[in-house]
Antibody, heavy 120, light 110 residues
């Protein structure tokens, strides 16, 4: 039974960095068949894929074009988790953020979601 | 402004069959598989259909998916009140090199 447990602050000030962590149980962040993703959801933008990290003999990252200049998704093999960092946030980054496992092209496990509000 | 286009709403009465469409392009639905997700209020989306027409274990066979060209559809037969939820389609987009979603369809059971 795979479980994803998210942690991180629910309030971030404009221009600062949003940081979230997703702890994995029941699978490995170094799995050769899974990809570890961050997806967010807001009323104005709907569901939006942000990026992923995955291991296939070496580590790879893919990021949404709209995010590429200010996003980083990193694995932490010692803690079996992965993280999201989004720099220079604005109120438009206010959303519910989900960490998601994709296997075989399907998002079969989602974290509980974290509402992040960007406000001073 | 979602990459995949879904109708914003759909409705039906208990027992009816409803379909939800998802329109894309040759860079996403036209070249890759489609998944469907169901989202109940206040919860994370849940995988409903994968690889165009496959159901994960535990999903009733009242739910079915299909794909043709650059469009896909989700059908729900024998509509039940607990089916009232938001439904989203998703696919990998080769041009954007990322996952894209539909804007979601809110299903109301009358």
């Amino acid at each position: 039974q795979v479980q994803l447990q998210q942690s991180g602050p629910g309030l971030v000030k404009p221009s600062q960095t949003l940081s979230l962590t997703c702890a994995i149980s029941g699978d490995s962040v170094s799995s050769n068949s899974a990809a570890w993703n961050w997806i967010r959801q807001s009323p104005s933008r709907g569901l939006e894929w942000l990026g992923r990290t995955y291991y296939r003999s070496k580590w790879y990252n893919d990021y949404a074009v709209s995010m590429k200049s200010r996003i980083a998704i990193n694995p932490d093999t010692s803690k079996n988790q992965f993280s999201l960092q989004l720099n220079s946030v604005t109120p438009e980054d206010t959303a519910v953020y989900y960490c998601v496992r994709l296997v075989g092209g399907m998002a079969d496990n989602w974290g509980q979601g974290t509402l992040v509000t960007v406000s001073s | 402004q979602s990459v995949l286009t879904q109708p914003p709403s759909a409705s039906g009465t208990p027992g009816q069959r409803v379909t939800i469409s998802c329109s894309g392009s040759s860079s996403n639905i036209g070249r890759d598989i489609v998944n469907w997700y169901q989202q109940l209020p206040g919860t994370a989306p849940k995988l409903l259909i994968y690889s165009n027409n496959q159901r994960p274990s535990g999903v009733p066979d009242r739910f079915s998916g299909s794909k043709s060209g650059t469009s896909a559809s989700l059908a729900i037969s024998g509509l039940q009140s607990e089916d009232e939820a938001d439904y989203y389609c998703a696919a990998w987009d080769g041009s954007l090199n990322g996952w894209v979603f539909g804007g979601g369809t809110k299903l109301t059971v009358l």
